[in-house]
């Protein structure tokens, strides 16, 4: 097992408390799903914000040991707090202030093994139906009508072949 389940494994035996406890007592909100994957080192090797916070509160441990386990920059602590001068921006300078933060966050990943070695299930970020309309692979959604039958316009229905024009029969005597 990996450092961070086996320090959630240790962490849960002290605090005495079942996975669904740990949920539900956690002041940040994360699904005891996601809470049995990370136990069972299943979870996201780089999970977003919301679930390192989630892990933390619920295992009442850092957010920095969190990271730490989990191989990720941790920071200096605590969210980044702008200088006062920040209340004259508008609205458009914050958010590219916002994006250049995320890009600077974002180099800063450690290197991961090639995409064949690497497995990561996000699919609990999606609802069933999302799920359900993800292409397969190969697979080419973009003319799939998902059985709703032939098109019709104008009330004229269209078959998906053009026409074949009738043929002159053979006589043959």
């Known amino acids: 097992m990996g450092a961070l389940s086996d320090r959630l494994w240790a962490r849960k035996a002290e605090l005495n408390l079942s996975i669904k406890t740990l949920a ?33 509160a619920a295992f009442e441990l850092s957010e920095k040991e969190i990271r730490d386990l989990l191989g990720m920059p941790s920071g200096d602590g605590g969210p980044w707090q702008p200088p006062e001068e920040s209340a004259r921006l508008s609205r458009d300078q914050r958010e590219a202030l916002d994006r250049l933060i995320k890009t600077i966050v974002g180099s800063l990943r450690p290197v991961t093994p ?21 292409p397969k692979v190969g697979e080419d959604r973009r003319h799939s009508r998902r059985g709703r039958g032939p098109k019709t316009t ?18 043959t005597v």
């Open 154 to 171: 104008k009330g004229v229905q269209q078959s998906a072949s053009p026409p074949v024009p009738p043929q002159p029969e053979d006589e």
């Open 24 to 56: 539900k007592q956690s002041r940040v909100p994360i699904h005891r799903a996601t809470i049995y994957k990370y136990l069972n080192d299943e979870g996201a090797k780089e999970p977003p914000e919301h679930t390192v916070r989630g892990l933390a």
């Open 114 to 134: 090639p995409l064949s070695e690497t497995i990561i299930d996000e699919s609990h970020y999606k609802s069933s139906d999302q799920v359900a309309s993800t």
